[in-house]
């Protein structure tokens, strides 16, 4: 066996095991939808203003509110030590937190500007989730994401539409990740013939 095997045989056990453990990623897409919708909320019957911190507040909650729907989903919500792929993730959430800076002084001159570059900044950290997963539906995910942050941005349209197409698209591709990791488990693909080992 190649090295190049080898290597893709240890991708391919780590993917699996991420997707065993956060059943597919499904359910951050989902709590990330949530927090977009409470955003459209914040819009609708206050102000954008208000919006624009309820998004960051619950944009934190993402990672445990996800991690509560794993659990009533059936998943253990964690993956195996010494995944590679985790420190991944972990890079990936340290990148989006560094960007959240830069979307906020966009949005000081309009605050439909911040929910399109938050668009543009949750696009990219999805399509990092195409490796940590290994499903293409996160980079047309990442895609749809960034698309409809420049357009909508480009527009000028209200913050309504911003926050609305955003919590739109994640339900949309929640839900098919779902049905996805269902399919995938039924096909055998989700047992692991061995455990990960620890590199150290």
């Given at each position: 066996m ?11 056990e ?29 819009v609708l ?39 590679p792929?985790?420190q ?19 949005g000081?001159?309009n605050?439909?500007?911040f ?49 609305a197409?955003?919590?739109a ?20 693909n989700s047992?692991?013939p ?7």
């Open positions: 190649t090295k190049e095997s080898r290597m893709e045989m240890l991708l391919a780590a993917q699996r095991d991420m997707r065993n453990g956060y059943y597919s990623g499904a359910t951050g897409i989902l709590a990330s939808a949530l927090a977009w919708a409470a955003s459209a909320t914040v019957f206050h102000s954008p203003e208000r919006a624009v911190w309820v998004l960051l507040i619950a944009g934190m909650l993402i990672f445990p509110v996800g991690l509560l729907l794993c659990r009533l989903l059936g998943a253990p919500g964690t993956h195996s030590k010494g995944n792929l985790g991944l993730a972990g890079a990936s959430t340290f990148w989006l937190i560094f960007s959240l800076p830069l979307a906020y002084v966009v000081l001159s605050t439909a500007w929910f399109s570059a938050m668009l543009l900044v949750i696009g990219g950290r999805y399509l990092v989730f195409a490796t940590i997963y290994g499903m293409r539906l996160y980079w047309l995910l990442g895609l749809v994401l960034a698309l409809a942050g420049a357009v909508l941005a480009l527009l000028r349209v209200a913050p309504l539409l911003v926050v197409a955003g919590s698209i994640e339900f949309a591709f929640g839900f098919v990740a779902i049905m996805q990791h269902h399919r995938w488990v039924r096909s055998g047992s692991c061995m455990p990960l080992r620890d590199p150290a």
